[in-house]
């Protein structure tokens, strides 16, 4: 098979692990009078955020690399961005873009609601000194701007193994924002990308020091992140433990793809409505990080145990990354109808509570009732806050504890 569709194939399979597969569109259609053309090789929709992937190949030999070598790496990437005009120049326009997820969920591309863009170019070449972090290849444009969006390049080597520290959307565009204030600052003097992640992962408050006072620059040696993999091994099991309650935000996210057919027939929603919808809500959750997920997941089993013999139990939780409040609701009442709208109320006055840019509130069945319905809204914060009063006279909810939650010590 072709050295360039293997890549393909490899790169969508990275995204799928890296974003979970429905926020993952492959090879979307752009619809204009001359004809149907591929929008771009991958796209990442997650809530208000587009990711431009494009991949690209070079089977060669780089054990010894010359000006000639170089120069061919060079012109993947510069037609990889060449590329990438098609997506702006799309957005810019409002033009039609058809797509489908990889668990078949059809829409069309609602660029009223995108607000960042930012390209990834993926560069898969063959290397035999990968494995020593001080002879493995790296690309010299590791950020650059380019008509107002940054263009971040990674090898794909190097994605593969970053994928095994960021694991949800939300940690990947957090490491995004770092990397570009890093290296479009040439504040950091790095081998290889690898032990850029270890270092941001383990000492992150060294690099936010770097970033404040431009006296500092960084220089890292080579096998940090062999180092933080091998000796940070027990407490990277550990970890991995706490954490292991954030598994049920990432069920959530597949689990409400049934909410697509089901709020466009009881709603009467178009498909196109209930598909946009449904996607805007999982990229909600999907800018949750690894760390916000376990702390929901964690406070979603206790109040499963509170509904074991209470009538309903809820939270909310603010994140102070995106300013997102999410708020659970485990209600033991038969009628649909009425857990939704008692989720409506609850939602409409946590939307004064934390002050938040949008709201996404999640009601189903509490641990007495038999059934595994959801149902979810979307709520925007100043929008909700002018049309709907604020009821302090009877409190529904104790004051939010807003707190910063660690790596190693959530």
């Not at 692990?17 to 090789?41: C, Y």
């Not at 020593?132 to 650059?144: G, K, Y």
């Not at 992962?201 to 933080?228: C, H, Q, S, V």
């Not at 954490?243 to 409400?256: A, V």
Request: proline residues 3%; charged residues 30%.
């Amino acid at each position: 098979m072709d050295h360039g569709i293997l890549t393909e194939d490899a790169a969508e399979f990275l995204c799928h692990r890296l974003f979970s597969a429905d926020l993952v569109l492959r090879s979307p259609r752009l619809i204009e009078k001359s004809g149907v053309k591929e929008l771009t090789d991958i796209l990442i929709i997650i809530d208000d955020t587009i990711l431009i992937f494009q991949t690209k190949s070079l089977l060669m030999d780089i054990e010894k690399l010359d000006n000639t070598k170089l120069g061919r790496i060079a012109k993947r990437y510069l037609n990889a961005k060449k590329q990438i005009n098609t997506t702006l120049n799309a957005h810019e326009r409002n033009a039609e873009v058809h797509a489908v997820t990889p668990l078949e969920v059809e829409f069309t591309v609602d660029w009223e609601h995108i607000r960042q863009k930012v390209a990834i170019v993926t560069i898969n070449i063959p290397d035999e000194f990968y494995n020593d972090p001080e002879l493995r290849f790296q690309f010299p444009a590791r950020v650059e701007k380019y008509k107002d969006i940054f263009v971040h390049t990674f090898l794909l080597a190097d994605l593969d193994q970053a994928q095994r520290e960021l694991t949800t959307p939300g940690d990947f565009l957090n490491y995004l924002s770092v990397r570009e204030k890093v290296f479009i600052e040439n504040r950091v003097f790095i081998g290889n990308e690898l032990d850029f992640l270890a270092f941001y992962k383990t000492r992150y408050p060294e690099l936010e020091t770097a970033l404040k006072d431009r006296t500092l620059n960084m220089m890292f040696e080579p096998g940090i992140w062999e180092g933080y993999r091998v000796v940070e091994k027990k407490q990277i099991i550990e970890r991995e433990h706490r954490f292991k309650n954030s598994i049920l935000i990432d069920r959530l996210i597949r689990e409400l793809r049934r909410s697509v057919e089901y709020s466009a027939e009881k709603y009467n929603l178009s498909v196109q409505q209930s598909a946009w919808q449904y996607l805007m809500m999982i990229g909600k959750l999907g800018k949750l990080t690894r760390i916000e997920r376990a702390e929901i997941g964690n406070r979603l089993l206790t109040k499963v145990e509170k509904t074991k013999t209470s009538d309903y139990g809820y939270f909310v939780y603010m994140s102070q990354i995106t300013r997102t409040a999410y708020l659970f609701l485990l209600m033991n009442e038969p009628d649909r109808k009425r857990r939704k709208s008692f989720l409506e109320y609850l939602c409409s006055q946590a939307c004064h509570l934390t002050n938040c840019h949008d709201l996404l509130g999640i009601v189903t069945e509490g641990a007495q009732q038999k059934g595994n319905s959801i149902d979810a809204i979307l709520m925007y914060g100043d929008e909700t806050r002018e049309n709907i009063p604020f009821y302090n006279d009877y409190p529904m909810f104790k004051d939010p504890v807003l707190g910063q939650i660690d790596e190693w010590n959530s």
